[in-house]
């Protein structure tokens, strides 16, 4: 380093926002966040996708300290100490030995960037290129038009490691000593690393029960990943792929800070006014399983088609924009996905499985609340353009997520499929009170089937938390949920059919077949008995 001027140490200043217990957001410094995170709720970020990707520059922070210390997490019995005694010496004195790789301004190893980056002549970009809530040619969608772009060097941080995780695909600034560069540009390699996922965090009370909740050892991972490097530990970036055709990636840690682009950030003063963003190190989604934990995977027989592949192949389960958390937790929880000698059609995240061992070892208490976070981004037009950020959030008891919970787990997915149903049956009603008035029956029923999604969400989020609980009887519980899903969803019926036009209830005939009111209520009065039989069930005595 050459003088204060070319300094913005990560360590020291202040750049990763996070929740204060009392709700206040604060910005603190990487060691800040470490020492602090036992009274912080947890991270935020300008998206939510900042937020996985911090999460999981802290978790190789830690596993990369505890391999310093000579303390490598192997397995159970080297973790369990962490619980009590988080490792913030050795957290510590990692970072200072890293020093100058979290220094955002080095001269000679930026952070996550290349110092001399450049194109063959010399331009830059302007910051639309880095920050994600400013995507091209669609600047509607911004609260930043007006004036030029300009970060402050904490939120340039922020979005340099947001778009080596997120970045979207397309074509790239052509890196002068980049060998597969033509005519000046860089084709498109693919999307950002975490940008392929459909991420899933276990969280904690707190932002350090969360990071020790992703703290997965090395046996979860099917091998021992010990050597598993960063890429601040590994050779300073150049404009060049690591390893030329692409390399294959050496654990987690290493596909948790993968530099899947190649940046440099243009700096006047103490304000960030530009940034190059070349490609990076291409990296492809199949079956890497064993080491990333973050995400749920699905088996492709297509893929194993064109790869003429003699072994399953699972792609990441990317998230689906229209699909709250508890409709997709048939991929989550563990005891959903058994192997029994048949291969599965879907892979649990790795994480939700050692979050399982941790119920298991009694380390989580049955009741001890575990939140599901689901974070990911879509994208559009052969996955040039940003599409959408997801979030979604599940508070869920950890007895839940346990290997051995067939029993709950199965009336868990058996209440997420009555809702369907219900939310069907609604759709239906208003698709043929529509039809009956010789309205278009589509529309209808697409409103129906969301408004029905909009009553049942809360109602199933408040009883997975609050009504799942150790011993409690499969009828009892189902029937809780079957009879509020029932009363939300009848009201919505009776309104629809309240609300429909004389025209409605005078009907008429198509195809030989009956269509009014009066027969489409019957009908959907059938159909919801039939989604929600618990409903009708007498209650015990």
């Avoid at 990369?64 to 988080?86: G, I, K, N």
Wanted: net charge negative; proline share 6%.
């Amino acid at each position: 380093m050459t003088s204060s001027e070319t300094i913005f140490d990560l360590l020291e200043q202040p750049w990763i926002l996070a929740r204060a217990k009392g709700g206040a957001t604060v910005e603190l410094s990487l060691s800040e966040i470490f020492r602090e995170s036992g009274n912080l709720l947890g991270l935020v970020g300008e998206v939510p996708t900042q937020v996985f990707a911090t999460t999981r520059l802290l978790l190789a922070v830690l596993r990369r300290a505890m391999h310093r210390a000579e303390r490598p997490l192997v397995d159970f019995e080297d973790w369990q100490p962490l619980w009590s005694a988080f490792p913030l010496v050795d957290v510590e004195e990692y970072l200072v030995e890293h020093r100058d790789r979290f220094d955002l301004l080095h001269p000679s190893t930026p952070f996550m960037q290349v110092a001399d980056l450049r194109t063959a002549k010399g331009e830059m970009s302007d910051l639309s290129k880095l920050i994600a809530d400013v995507p091209n040619n669609r600047p509607f969608f911004t609260t930043r038009i007006g004036t030029p772009l300009r970060l402050s060097l904490a939120e340039a941080a922020r979005w340099v490691l947001h778009c080596q995780a997120f970045d979207f695909s397309g074509i790239k600034s052509g890196a002068a000593d980049d060998k597969r560069v033509k005519g000046g540009r860089g084709y498109p390699i693919g999307l950002a690393w975490s940008g392929q996922l459909g991420g899933v965090l276990a969280e904690g009370r707190t932002l350090r029960e969360t990071l020790l909740l992703n703290l997965i050892p090395d046996h979860v991972f099917g091998e021992f990943v010990s050597e598993d490097r960063p890429v601040w530990e590994r050779a300073a970036l150049t404009g060049e792929e690591e390893v030329v055709g692409g390399r294959t990636p050496t654990g987690p840690v290493d596909l948790y800070t993968w530099p899947s682009r190649r940046i440099r950030l243009a700096v006047d003063g103490d304000q960030v006014t530009g940034v190059l963003v070349c490609n990076g190190d291409k990296i492809l989604p199949q079956n890497r399983f064993d080491f990333e934990p973050h995400t749920s995977w699905r088996r492709s027989t297509n893929q194993e088609k064109q790869l003429k592949s003699a072994v399953p192949v699972y792609m990441p389960l990317e998230h689906d924009p229209s699909r709250a958390i508890w409709r997709g937790l048939a991929a989550m929880l563990p005891a959903a996905v058994r192997t029994t000698g048949e291969v599965p059609s879907r892979r649990v995240p790795g994480v939700l499985r050692w979050v399982a061992e941790l119920r298991l070892e009694g380390v989580l208490a049955p009741d001890a609340p575990v939140a599901l976070h689901t974070i990911g981004m879509t994208y559009g037009s052969n996955n040039s353009v940003i599409d959408e950020v997801v979030e979604d959030r599940l508070s869920v008891p950890a007895l839940l997520v346990a290997e051995d919970a067939v029993d709950l787990t199965r009336v868990v997915l058996s209440c997420v499929s009555s809702a369907e149903s219900a939310a069907k049956a609604l759709g239906s009603l208003a698709a043929s009170l529509a039809e009956a008035s010789g309205g278009e029956y589509g529309p209808a029923r697409s409103r129906a089937v969301e408004s029905a999604y909009d009553a049942l969400d809360p109602l199933f989020r408040r009883w997975v938390r609050d009504d799942i609980r150790e011993g409690v009887d499969e009828d009892d519980v189902q029937r809780i949920f079957h009879l509020a899903a029932k009363r939300a969803v009848a009201r919505l019926g009776a309104e629809l059919v309240e609300a429909a036009p004389a025209t409605a209830w005078s009907g008429r005939k198509k195809d030989g077949r009956a269509l009014s009111a009066t027969h489409a209520y019957k009908r959907f009065d059938g159909e919801l008995r039939a989604a929600l039989p618990k409903a009708d069930d007498p209650t015990p005595a």
